[in-house]
């Protein structure tokens, strides 16, 4: 799994662009990646530009309590059901995001916020940790996240990566404030690289656009769309994440066969549905039934959730954040069969205006307050830029996303039987901490 996030912020006169763009591609459970400043999954990629190093090293054993990295993955899961929603009402199309990078991009950009701008974003994102408390919440969580590939058998650790790479782009010569880049050293390992908006934007958005395709195994595909990076861009920010897992216990492909999958029209379309049991986890809520497939390491799952028939539109439209935790704190062991169907997509989309809905107004016009950022001009932001791609077969899944932000300025368990051959959700989540890196809806996996 692949999720990208680019947040970019110039000057106020950068005119603004709008809309959202959903599109579905293709793509498989191959290919490897890896990026620096943030957890690692393997070799290292060079960003582009100069680097300036910051006199502020990486805390590694951050102050942050468990139940603080608890909390803020309790708040990131609802600003995440939050923002499907408002990107759900607008299609019937499958959708997949991470909420988890649209967070992490945008706490390094509040870190450089002030005022009504401050607390504008942390109402928008659900947070309810003080600032001094969320940001080592975040490099906790971060350093947490770095250790799930440890102690994995040698054909386990083979079958699964994780990374998270933060990195900082910001125009030469532009004057940002040390306490905001100590910050982000300190807590997100994000460094910056210096580069040329001004005189180059289109350039440097494309070798920006090269390299998280890069850290992301090619999966990631022009993050910055044409047009998102002008003259008067400043900095941009980047959060991205590339999970490659094998299931703990894997469908076998001879069990594969085609299958009904009645869309949300009451069309029916035939796909290649896997089978498979497993002793698992299985709750229910209200109106739908939960089951999770765990991945190599058992630390982090894929947690399905299958409304009753008929109720996708009432739950999807309803799921609260605190419902959702109620019912995985109901999770309980089951002798769990299930047959699923293979499915591959990425959606892609400007969180500008979902975000402004949910309440972070000012961060998008002149009354933006970023003067934690830099004093030398007033900054906006001009766009987040969110990719994310998923691909789910027999053997696991893999998924990335990305996020640009752009300133312009013991007994024998009871049997259970999941059949997700109607629409579904479900969410990547690392379980010791409850964080929900992934989450989308499968309507239709026979688009891809």
């Known amino acids: 799994m692949v999720t990208l996030l680019a947040l970019l912020l110039a000057c106020k006169d950068t005119p603004q662009d709008s809309g959202t763009d959903d599109t579905a591609g293709d793509g498989g459970t191959d290919g490897d990646t890896a990026g620096d400043g943030g957890t690692d999954g393997g070799t290292a990629v060079e960003p582009p530009g100069q680097e300036v190093a910051s006199s502020t090293a990486r805390e ?40 988890h990078s649209v967070s992490v991009a945008l706490a390094m950009a509040w870190a450089g916020a002030e ?66 880049l100590d910050t982000l050293a300190l807590h997100y390992g994000a460094g910056l690289r210096l580069l040329d908006f001004a005189t180059d934007p289109d350039g440097e958005r494309a070798r920006i656009n090269d390299w998280v395709e890069e850290v992301t195994a090619d999966r990631i595909v022009d993050l910055l769309p044409e047009g998102s990076v002008s003259t008067l861009t400043r900095l941009v920010l980047v959060n991205a994440i590339y999970f490659k897992a094998s299931w703990q216990a894997p469908f076998e492909p001879e069990d594969t066969g085609a299958g009904p999958f009645t869309r949300q029209d009451g069309s029916t379309v035939t796909v290649d549905m896997m089978h498979g ?128 932000v752009v300133e312009d300025g013991t007994s024998a368990p009871p049997p259970v039987e999941m059949t997700l051959d109607r629409p579904f959700l479900f969410l990547i989540r690392d379980r010791p901490t409850g964080a929900v890196l992934f989450l989308g809806r499968v309507t239709d996996p026979s688009a891809g």
């Open 277 to 404: 049991g497993l002793h698992s986890l299985c709750a229910t809520g209200t109106g739908f039934s939960l089951a999770e497939l765990p991945y190599a390491g058992n630390d982090l799952a894929m947690t399905l959730l299958l409304p009753d028939l008929g109720a996708f539109p009432s739950v999807e439209a309803s799921l609260t954040g605190e419902e959702l935790a109620a019912a995985l704190a109901s999770l309980e062991t089951c002798a769990l069969t299930v047959a699923l169907p293979r499915f591959s997509f990425r959606t892609t989309f400007n969180a500008r205006d979902p975000l402004t809905e949910l309440g972070m107004v000012d961060a998008f016009t002149d009354a933006a307050d970023f003067s934690g950022m830099s004093t030398t001009e007033a900054l906006r932001i001009s766009g987040v830029y969110h990719q994310a791609f998923v691909a789910v077969d027999e053997q696991g899944t893999e998924a990335a996303a990305a996020t640009a």
């Open 60 to 99: 590694t054993d951050p102050d942050a309590t468990e139940a603080e990295v608890r909390q803020l993955s309790a708040d990131d899961a609802a600003f995440g059901l939050d923002m499907y929603r408002l990107l759900a009402a607008s299609s019937t199309d499958n959708l997949f995001l991470s909420p």
């Open 115 to 180: 005022g009504d701008t401050e607390a504008q974003m942390a109402s928008a994102l659900r947070w309810t940790l003080a600032e001094d408390r969320l940001h080592p919440a975040m490099n906790a969580l971060d350093l947490a996240l770095a250790t799930r590939d440890e102690g994995l058998e040698p054909d386990e650790g083979d079958g699964f990566q994780l990374s998270i790479v933060n990195q900082l782009f910001g125009q030469e010569g532009f004057a940002f404030e040390a306490p905001f």
